[in-house]
Every structure is written in structure tokens, then in C-alpha cells.
């Protein structure tokens, strides 16, 4: 168990709509990453939050968005669901230090999202 | 931004020593590696981190030659158990982007 924590566990949404998923960063970890995770594929990286704002981001529309908050947890959001956005989204928690580097990335068990 | 490949799939037995490989030709000075392990529906688990040279575990080694275009992970004397998918994940130091290689589906036979 890495202590990072996912919600809800699955989700069910149709074309158009929008939704949240949310994560809780691992005890003492400071930044957290989103992934998507289509069926029989690698994650791909969506974005990372440091410091409450977004520190780097994959190549995903800007439909996907997100927040940290102080206490490190973020969410995702994502607006005009499409088909295509079915997946499992993960979020890894890591620490980046005083130099600004980031350490190894921990991975919650992750939401599965279907859109119909 | 480093693309990575991997071998779709492997087989193995009980008890013998499993080396999987990713290519990240353009792999970026700042870039460091990460091997991780996937069973269905759940998140990736770490395995091991290294930025060059051997770095070693208690669960394994991955060898990374001095051009780090490559990298080899080893799993020593492998179990039923240790049957998932083996992600490579080249990471840039500062956040900026994460490449996760296409999966390696090991299957340990007995």
C-alpha cells in the first residue's frame, strides 16, 4: 500500500458531462500527478500539480483541468466528456525537494471512468 | 521527449532470472528511470529508480549502459505471483513530462 488514496473507485457518466476525481497524496509528499490509462495501454501523463499550481502537462486538451490543494490532495476535472475519455485515471503523489527535483512517483489504485 | 518501446510480452518459468528491456533513444540529460509493476485494476507499484550505471533492491537490478538509451530490468528467480505488466517510465527531474512505456506482459509459467 502506498497511502495514496483515489475517489470513487468507479464512475459512470454520459456523453457531455462533467466530472471529478479525487486524490489524497501520500504523508509527506508535496506533488501529485494524473494519469490516463486506456484499456490495455500505458499511462499517459496528463498534467502535475506543485505548490497548488500546474507544474508540467501532458498532451490532453484544456478540457482537462485541475487544483492542489494545501493539504497536497488535488482533483481532476474534466469538462465535455467524450467517448474516448473512458479510462482508468491514476494520481501519483512524490516529493520534490528544495532543488526542485522530483522523487520516485507512488501510484493510488486509480478511478475507473466509463463514459457512454 | 523520449518515446519509449518495450517487448509486447514474455514468458518465463518458476525460479529463473527475467530480463526485460525498454529503448528510450531520446532519452534527455535531466531524464531518470523507473520500472513499474501492474496487475489488473490496480495502480502501477515501484519497483526500482536509477539514473545510470546498476542500481539493485531487494526485489531487483536494472542496468542502464553509459548512453542510457536503454535499460534492463532484472527479476531474479521469478514466482507465479510475479505474473502482471512491467512499465518502464522515463521521468524528466523537474515535472515537466512523464513517458510511460507500452507494457511488458510477463507470464510466469510453472
Known amino acids: 500500500e502506498t497511502g495514496v488514496t483515489q475517489s470513487p473507485t468507479h464512475l459512470i457518466k454520459t456523453r457531455g458531462q462533467q466530472v471529478t476525481l479525487r486524490c489524497s497524496s501520500q504523508?509527506?509528499?508535496?506533488?501529485v500527478s494524473w494519469y490516463q490509462q486506456a484499456l490495455g495501454q500505458g499511462p499517459q501523463f496528463i498534467f502535475q500539480?506543485?505548490?497548488?499550481?500546474?507544474?508540467g502537462r501532458g498532451n490532453f486538451p484544456p478540457r482537462f483541468s485541475g487544483l492542489q490543494f494545501p493539504n497536497y490532495s488535488s482533483e481532476l476535472n474534466v469538462n465535455a466528456l467524450e467517448l474516448d475519455d473512458s479510462a482508468l485515471y491514476l494520481c501519483?503523489?512524490?516529493?520534490?525537494?528544495?532543488?526542485?527535483?522530483?522523487?520516485?512517483?507512488?501510484f493510488g489504485p486509480g478511478t475507473r471512468l466509463t463514459v457512454l | 521527449l523520449a518515446k519509449t518501446t518495450q517487448p509486447i510480452s514474455m514468458d518465463s518459468y518458476e525460479g529463473q532470472e527475467v530480463n526485460i528491456t525498454c529503448s528510450h533513444n531520446n532519452i534527455a540529460t535531466n531524464d531518470y528511470i523507473t520500472w513499474y509493476q501492474q496487475f489488473p485494476s490496480q495502480g502501477p507499484r515501484f519497483i526500482i529508480q536509477g539514473y545510470k550505471t546498476k542500481v539493485t533492491n531487494e526485489v531487483a537490478s536494472l542496468f542502464i549502459p553509459a548512453d542510457r538509451k536503454s535499460s534492463t530490468l532484472s527479476l531474479p528467480r521469478v514466482s507465479l505471483s510475479d505474473t502482471a505488466v512491467y512499465y518502464c517510465?522515463?521521468?524528466?527531474?523537474?515535472?515537466?513530462?512523464?513517458?510511460f512505456g507500452p507494457g511488458t506482459r510477463l507470464s510466469v509459467l510453472p
Open positions: 500539480y506543485y505548490r497548488e499550481e500546474e507544474n
Open positions: 504523508s509527506g509528499h508535496n506533488t
Open positions: 501519483a503523489s512524490s516529493l520534490v525537494g528544495s532543488g526542485g527535483v522530483t522523487d520516485t512517483q507512488y
Open positions: 517510465l522515463v521521468g524528466d527531474d523537474y515535472g515537466q513530462n512523464f513517458v
